[in-house]
């Protein structure tokens, strides 16, 4: 089965500019997550999607990053204005299951490596 | 808060020997633990994982212990091959949303 796909892979912004990231998650996959890892650091959650409902954007900072599942299949997660803090790989991820506790295999798409300057 | 932290940042090991990646949590009522590897410029991948309710899982090559009363997680690797190396991370599902809450990453090294 395909995997987790993501685009562009590399792009260089300067501040203040915006950018967006495109996922496509594995077929049939109802959760979909963005997480953002800065370089040397464990992958932090932005937000999570079930369906093309929002389950959990406790973490995203809402002032500059949007994120929208519309059609519950692929998503976008868009940035503007960009700050250099935003420097980082923003993975997506999707699990087959619904959202909740209990083991919940996430599947990794290759990241989108931005630069910030 | 919710916290996970591995105890060596970098593991140089030669090839053939076991590696062993050690991980500490602190949030107790996570229930769920998942070892990913992530090789440069690629997504984590999943390795193995552990429930709450086990102490010990074994995969291909790999096993994961899980000690609850000190709240430790270790990956095993047998006879670690060059292919291994890449940045370990140790994942908890504990937040409000039982989203995952990964570590900082181990580094491990093997040499030829």
């Known amino acids: 089965e395909a995997g987790v796909a993501q685009s562009p892979r590399y792009k260089i912004i300067e501040k203040r500019q915006s950018v967006a990231f495109w996922c496509n998650p594995i077929?049939?996959?109802?959760?979909l997550y963005w997480y953002q890892q800065i370089l040397g650091q464990g992958p932090k959650l932005l937000i999570q999607f079930q369906n093309n409902g929002v389950v959990d954007d406790s973490q995203l900072p809402k002032d500059r990053f949007s994120a929208e599942r519309l059609k519950g299949v692929d998503s976008t997660l868009k940035i503007q204005p960009a700050k250099l803090e935003d420097s980082a790989v923003y993975l997506c991820?999707?699990?087959?299951?619904?959202?909740?506790?209990?083991?919940?295999?996430?599947?990794f798409g290759p990241g989108t490596r931005l630069t910030v300057l | 808060g919710e916290s996970v932290g591995l105890h060596l940042p970098t593991l140089s090991v030669q090839e053939g020997d076991n590696s062993i990646i050690n991980c500490a949590y602190s949030n107790s009522a996570s229930d769920y633990f998942i070892w990913y590897k992530q090789e440069s410029g690629k997504g984590p991948q999943f390795i193995i994982d552990?429930?709450?309710?086990?102490d010990k899982r074994q995969g291909q090559r790999v096993t994961v212990l899980l000690n609850k009363t000190v709240k430790h997680l270790s990956l095993q690797i047998a006879a670690t091959q060059p292919g291994d190396s890449a940045v370990y991370f140790c994942?908890?599902?504990?937040?409000?949303?039982?989203?995952?809450?990964f570590g900082k990453g181990t580094k491990l090294s093997v040499k030829p």
């Open positions: 994942a908890e599902k504990g937040g409000s949303q039982g989203n995952l809450i």
């Open positions: 552990i429930r709450s309710n086990m």
């Open positions: 077929s049939g996959h109802a959760t």
């Open positions: 991820a999707s699990s087959p299951r619904t959202s909740g506790r209990g083991t919940d295999t996430q599947y």
